[in-house]
């Protein structure tokens, strides 16, 4: 077995961090990378993370039902923020505004997506993460061109920040927060292999980029058996990330 961490293990990682220390919550993975992530957020640092099956069960780290999540509960979860989602994004600005409902205009747009979906309710209830993949400047846009999920400027123009939390963004190419004086994003590490410049040319804003950008965590020895023997023996997670 290749000793060296991929570019998709070092994904799995910072999605897996997303879910550190938030205590007994419904872990709510969009993806596979950050499913990945999710069990071994679980099997290691993070015991008490809930996993569903994506429908109406509450899993064990083996699949083995363990209780019964039907949409009333799930949604009470929701909006009682005992719930941490990872979602993607067809369109994310620097305020973290995602968009995942359509391309172009809204009354005649190029591209229908999925639609809003719960995204609102999502944003100003419980911590949203968001995982890219593909990470361009047609996805980190200087303006989305409808917003799905809220970001920090337009929650604050609400009045709604109580509950408005976005943890992190992981790409491909690296992991983003929102810790700046106005909320906007930032480079928060790179994965290995990447430099500011990929990045800055990839991004279709000024990203905020401190002085001194450190690495995304290397997965320790026992991390990468868990996500290679027991997670994900088929090795499904490269084919989410290519290098």
């Known amino acids: 077995m290749n000793s060296e961490p991929t570019r998709a293990e070092y994904c799995v990682i910072a999605c897996a961090e997303a879910w550190r220390g938030d205590g007994e919550v419904l872990a709510?993975?969009?993806?596979?990378?950050?499913?990945?992530?999710?069990?071994?957020?679980?099997?290691?640092?993070?015991?008490d993370l809930l996993l569903t099956d994506g429908e109406a069960m509450l899993v064990g780290l083996d699949g083995t039902v363990e209780g019964w999540?039907?949409?009333?509960?799930?949604?009470?979860?929701?909006?009682?923020?005992?719930?941490?989602?990872?979602?993607?994004?067809?369109?994310?600005?620097?305020?973290?505004?995602?968009?995942i409902s359509c391309i172009g205009d809204w009354e005649r747009p190029a591209r229908q997506l999925l639609g809003?979906?719960?995204?609102?309710?999502?944003?100003?209830?419980?911590?949203?993460?968001?995982?890219?993949?593909?990470?361009?400047?047609?996805?980190?846009?200087?303006?989305?061109?409808?917003?799905?999920?809220?970001?920090?400027?337009?929650?604050?123009?609400?009045?709604?920040?109580?509950f408005h939390r976005l943890p992190r963004v992981v790409s491909d190419?690296?992991?983003?927060?929102?810790?700046?004086?106005?909320?906007?994003?930032?480079?928060?590490?790179?994965?290995?292999g990447v430099t500011v410049e990929q990045v800055r040319d990839s991004t279709g804003f000024a990203l905020e980029v401190p002085g001194d950008v450190p690495y995304t965590r290397e997965p320790g020895a026992e991390e990468l058996r868990l996500i290679r023997e027991v997670i994900d023996p088929a090795g499904l997670r490269e084919r989410e990330v290519r290098v």
């Open 173 to 192: 190419l690296g992991v983003f927060d929102f810790e700046t004086p106005d909320r906007s994003m930032r480079l928060a590490s790179l994965h290995p």
């Open 116 to 162: 809003v979906r719960g995204a609102p309710v999502n944003t100003l209830n419980n911590p949203v993460s968001y995982w890219i993949p593909r990470h361009s400047a047609r996805v980190f846009v200087e303006r989305v061109d409808m917003v799905s999920g809220v970001g920090h400027d337009r929650a604050e123009a609400a009045g709604v920040t109580r």
């Open 69 to 99: 999540l039907p949409y009333r509960r799930h949604l009470a979860m929701v909006t009682g923020g005992r719930r941490h989602v990872m979602m993607g994004a067809s369109q994310i600005d620097r305020f973290g505004n995602q968009n």
């Open 28 to 47: 709510s993975p969009m993806g596979l990378v950050p499913s990945v992530g999710a069990r071994l957020a679980k099997r290691t640092f993070s015991p």
